[in-house]
């Protein structure tokens, strides 16, 4: 009978499945990593040093660039003013916050990259460029109670 030593002892399939975990958490990173910057492709953010708004808000800085805040809330996205509809030229970078009034809401625009859960108390925040006239459904993607399948918005592209 071979006497093992004190201390770490790994099995053979122990350091495989070690190694093999370690390699694609290595992976994963990397390819985080390359969408971010080879990509550009924004990575979503969770903003802390910014107050929740009460309502929702177009901004128009210049003819490509706008400022989105949409409150959501029981049932029905607020994009500007309690409209549940926006119009934007084609081409245009949109920065958009998102933030709940009441309970988890979850905000996906439908085409795009766009996927943020909108918490009370917290601020979210993603950069989205819609490059291609259409209609983009914004829809909510997390059970928020009974009127949670009427939860829909509309950024038109023109």
């Known amino acids: 009978m071979v006497e093992k030593k004190p201390g770490l002892y790994l099995d053979p399939g ?9 390699t694609m958490l290595v992976v994963f990173f990397a390819l985080i990593v390359y969408a971010a910057k080879g990509l550009k492709i924004d990575v979503p953010t969770c903003i802390t040093d ?9 901004i128009k800085h210049s003819d490509k660039r706008y400022e989105l ?4 809330r029981m049932w029905l996205f607020d994009f500007n003013q309690g ?5 934007i030229p ?24 766009f ?5 009370p108390g917290t601020v979210g925040y993603m950069r989205v460029k819609f490059e291609h006239p259409g209609v983009y459904h914004v829809v909510c993607h997390e ?16």
């Open 14 to 22: 122990e350091k495989v499945g070690l190694t093999m975990a370690l």
């Open 50 to 58: 910014v107050e929740p708004f009460q309502t929702g808000k177009l």
């Open 69 to 72: 805040h949409i409150l959501a």
């Open 83 to 87: 409209a549940t509809e926006i119009k």
């Open 90 to 113: 084609a081409g245009s970078v949109v920065d958009i916050f998102v933030t709940s009034k009441d309970v988890v809401h979850g905000v996906h625009i439908n085409n795009t990259n």
């Open 115 to 119: 996927n943020l859960m909108a918490i």
């Open 143 to 158: 059970f928020c109670g009974v009127g949670h399948h009427a939860m829909q918005g509309k950024i038109i592209v023109h």
